[in-house]
């Protein structure tokens, strides 16, 4: 091809421009015809159509980097824009971003071209976004040699680079170091802190600052979701709405997720209603986003309703993940794998993601010989090796269905080396089927694997209480607390009119106290009347007092939460109950005697699943 070449230094006329044209190419023959055009017219020697040309390659979606590499290096005498076109292109691809360092070396030492702000700002972005702190710091002392480490453009690029790499403290220095900044910087530095979980941090700089736009609102209000401070966040998406910019559908995102995990359903409508009047772009992540709020405030069938009706079927994967996750934690587990059946249909390709959600609602459905085949086809169907969480999902399934042996086994035989949570998930289904001696056995195992696993020893010591050996399960007790170590207390909420409610186990906390535990001690009596009987092998100590042991199931979160409810609201409203931990066995059977007793709809998300409670039975059907 360089035969081809003749030297050409004349400006190219607007005809030519318009003539040559590569944004009409719709194909990847054409661009290569209208290539071959402007070597046999010598165009291609000029650096705006060497570069337009580049541009396509990279940019189209039916371009190609590699063609791309081949015209570049062809080029006789690049300029400093067509090596950062370059340089840019790689910059963008974790996989080659070693190439942009390639380019750039090229571009100093054999042209001697000297590198522009431009050229900075993107082999930063390839050292951040691949390479490592070395060749960062080498570019750096490039960029001060040359005199444009203090550029905005540089330094910018200089802090997300620090901030990718989770060096927050290096980005802050070079941040405060800086002698110009724009809110650029300041939301590159709360990403950052974001980014590293360092939430408080975060919201100190979000505080100073004296501008802020949606990207500012959004990262801070994304962070307090990540870091699972669910209620915060929609404290400050109402701030947003009253005092900042609109929210855009990213913000909304993080909103839902916010309104899901605290089933503020109310608030979640609101949103979705918000979206439509704004006229919010809806695109797959935000609508995934809505689907899960649905799903996980209990409203699974209107989920299903958004899916199927209004948004159609042809969206990518996202959507799909969604509503199959939804269908698992209500444990509507034949919806699950019809929705899978219809995306292959659909010739939607599954992800990692949508395995997960599939296996586990093959779980809850206690659909084993579905569960071995959709986990073998993972691999030999669609070329996804299984990973850990898919594991600890056939782990789950086995273990639940009473295939102790086999869940074992499938431990054992895992290419990757089990967690606790592995080990936790299959010491769970020990204390499901009471088989002590394979729970001992696990319960060393995950000890030495982490000694700190305090889920281990409540496991373990809620194994022998349900067994009734109360000695040793005491005795597990007493390791926990000469240990010093906590388990996560049970809590559960209830919303309320916009405010949330928490209750603990035993709470006395709450202003209606007082009411709240006359009604517990009344509903007991309606439901003992009812047929009603406490479960005493939930009591995870030894006592001896029948009425002792009724008193303490009697204070369990939920109980507490339901109790609130019916007290709060009007007679037929459903009550919506989230609690942290798994719900147990005696709360699990009084909640279906109240939905009986006092014809209410309650329904329950625990850490595991959903439980709808109605007219005395439970959607699970005492499978969870």
């Known amino acids: 091809m360089k035969r081809c070449y003749s030297t050409f230094k004349k400006p190219l006329n607007s005809n030519q421009l318009q003539l040559f044209s590569l944004e009409s190419c719709k194909s990847m023959n054409q661009i290569k ?42 080029i006789p005498k690049p300029d400093v824009f067509i090596y950062n076109t370059m340089i840019k292109a790689h910059a963008v691809i974790p996989t080659s971003s070693h190439n942009s360092m390639r380019i ?62 989770g060096l927050v403290d290096e980005a802050r220095r070079v941040f405060d170091w800086s002698l110009d900044q724009d809110l650029y910087s300041w939301n590159i530095m709360i990403g950052g802190y974001v980014g590293s979980g360092e939430i408080g941090r975060a919201k100190e700089m979000f505080d100073e600052m004296s ?103 042809k969206l990518k994967v996202w959507p799909w993940n969604a ?44 659909l084993v010989e579905e569960g071995r085949g959709y986990f073998k086809s993972m691999a030999s169907s669609y070329g996804i090796e299984p990973e850990i969480e898919h594991y600890g999902c056939m782990v789950d399934l086995l273990g639940r269905s009473g295939l102790l042996k086999e869940a074992e086994e499938t ?5 990757m080396a089990p967690d606790a949570t592995i080990w936790g998930a299959l010491l769970g289904a020990c204390r499901i089927h009471k088989d002590i001696e394979r729970g001992q056995r696990i319960g060393k195992i995950i000890k030495e694997l982490d ?69 517990l001690d009344e509903m007991t009596t309606k439901l003992k009347n009812a047929g009603y009987v406490p479960e005493f092998g939930e009591v995870l100590l030894d006592i001896d007092d029948e009425e002792d042991k009724e008193t303490a199931l009697s204070k369990h979160s939920e109980k507490l939460a339901i109790a609130f409810g019916l007290i709060n609201t009007p007679p037929g409203t459903a009550i919506r109950i989230v609690k ?45």
């Open 211 to 313: 501008e802020r736009d949606v990207v500012s609102w959004t990262t801070i209000i994304a962070g307090y979701v990540q870091v699972g401070c669910f209620k915060e966040a929609l404290d400050l998406f109402h701030e947003m709405l009253q005092t900042g910019p609109p929210p855009n559908e990213f913000t909304l995102a993080s909103a839902l997720a916010a309104c899901a995990n605290l089933v503020a359903l109310d608030q979640g409508r609101w949103i979705h209603v918000y979206i439509d009047k704004s006229e919010i772009k809806m695109n797959e992540r935000l609508l995934a986003s809505l689907l899960d709020m649905y799903a996980k405030c209990g409203e699974i069938d209107f989920a299903a309703k958004v899916f199927h009706d209004e948004y159609g079927l």
């Open 104 to 165: 750039f070396l090229s571009m100093v030492r054999v042209s001697g071209f000297l590198p522009n702000r431009y050229t900075f700002v993107f082999v930063f972005k390839a050292c951040g976004n691949g390479l490592g702190v070395l060749e960062g710091e080498q570019i750096r002392v490039h960029a001060i040699k040359i005199g444009l480490e203090s550029n905005l453009f540089v330094t910018n690029a200089m802090i997300r680079m620090y901030a990718n790499w």
């Open 33 to 74: 015809q209208t290539h071959a055009h402007l070597i046999t017219t010598g165009l291609i020697l000029h650096p705006i159509t060497a570069n337009k040309l580049l541009k396509v390659l990279i940019a189209s979606s039916f371009g190609s980097l590699s063609y791309a590499h081949q015209l570049f290096d062809q």
């Open 451 to 519: 000694s700190d696993h305090i889920g281990c020893h409540v496991l373990l010591a809620n194994l022998y209480s349900a067994s009734g050996q109360w000695d040793e399960a005491k005795a597990v007790r007493q390791k926990i607390e000469v240990s010093g170590r906590k388990k996560t207390p049970g809590c559960s909420s209830i919303e309320l009119n916009g405010v949330f409610h928490q209750f603990l186990v035993g709470d006395r906390s709450h202003p209606q106290t007082k009411q709240l535990y006359l009604f």
């Open 580 to 624: 942290n931990l798994r719900v147990c066995a005696d709360c699990h059977e009084a909640t279906k005697f109240i939905s009986k007793v006092y014809k209410r709809e309650i329904i329950v998300r625990d850490r595991i699943r959903y439980h709808h409670f109605k007219d005395g039975f439970c959607s699970c059907k005492d499978y969870w």
């Open 411 to 415: 431990v054992f035989n895992m290419p």
């Open 323 to 366: 509503m199959i996750g939804g269908y698992a934690m209500h444990g509507k587990s034949k919806e699950a794998i019809d929705l899978f059946e219809q995306m292959k249909v659909e010739k939607v390709s599954p992800n990692k993601v949508t395995f997960v959600a599939l296996l586990n609602a093959c779980s809850h459905g206690k």
